[in-house]
Each structure stands twice: as C-alpha cells, then as structure tokens.
C-alpha cells in the first residue's frame, strides 16, 4: 500500500524515476479500487459516476508514474503518446514498463533503489 501512496503524494512529479515495483504496485492497486467501486455502483444501481470520479482523480498520479516508469527504463516521457495508436501502441508500452530499469544513473536521475540494479 505505500507504493501507492507514494505515487498519490508525487502525483504531479514527472521527473526522476519509477521502479518497475512502485509501477505494478500502483496499477494492481488501482486495478483493484476500481472493480470494488465497479462492484459497489452495480450493487446499488448507480450510473457511474464514483468510478468517473476516481478515475479523473488517478488519471494525473497515473500519468506521472508512468513517465517516471519510461524513465527508468532511459525514454522520454513522450513515449506515453505511443498509447494512441491502438493495439500495438499498448503493446509496446507494456513491453517497456516490463523491461528492467537501466543500471546506476540515466539522464533522468539516479536509480530508484538507491544503488545499482
């Protein structure tokens, strides 16, 4: 749950680096937010408008620990437009959030754990 919060509490820090953890932390945790308030807003026949809420909410923290997480792994945050082009755009963002982070420092800064990978 840290890695969670410590993404909401950097939510607009688009600089430095993400490790693949504090990455997959968040998107499982956010993963799993999001189908309890799906479950909850369905229970009680709601149209929606919770999970619109919390996702305007997470969309900027999202956003900046996924440049972070591009980062780590040596690209430009503008890689993030590559989620635009459907299908293979996805895929290939997927593919470098799953790829290791680059050892020591990068352009971006030093290596999230501290050391080397």
């Known amino acids: 749950m ?3 919060t410590d993404v909401l509490r950097k939510y607009t820090v688009f600089s430095g680096r993400a ?19 799906g479950f909850v807003e369905t229970l009680f026949g709601s149209p929606g408008i919770l999970g619109a ?10 956003l900046a620990v996924a440049t ?27 593919i470098f959030f799953i790829q290791d982070s680059q050892p020591g420092s990068n352009a971006y800064g030093p290596h999230p754990s501290g050391g080397a990978a």
């Open 19 to 37: 490790g693949r953890s504090e990455y997959w932390m968040f998107y499982l945790i956010n993963l799993v937010i999001g189908f309890v308030i």
């Open 2 to 4: 840290n890695a969670y």
């Open 68 to 94: 972070r997480r591009l980062h780590d792994t040596g690209r430009s945050g503008l890689w993030l437009l590559l989620a635009l082009v459907p299908v293979i755009g996805i895929i290939a963002l997927i």
């Open 53 to 62: 809420l919390y996702g305007l909410a997470v969309l900027l923290p999202s």
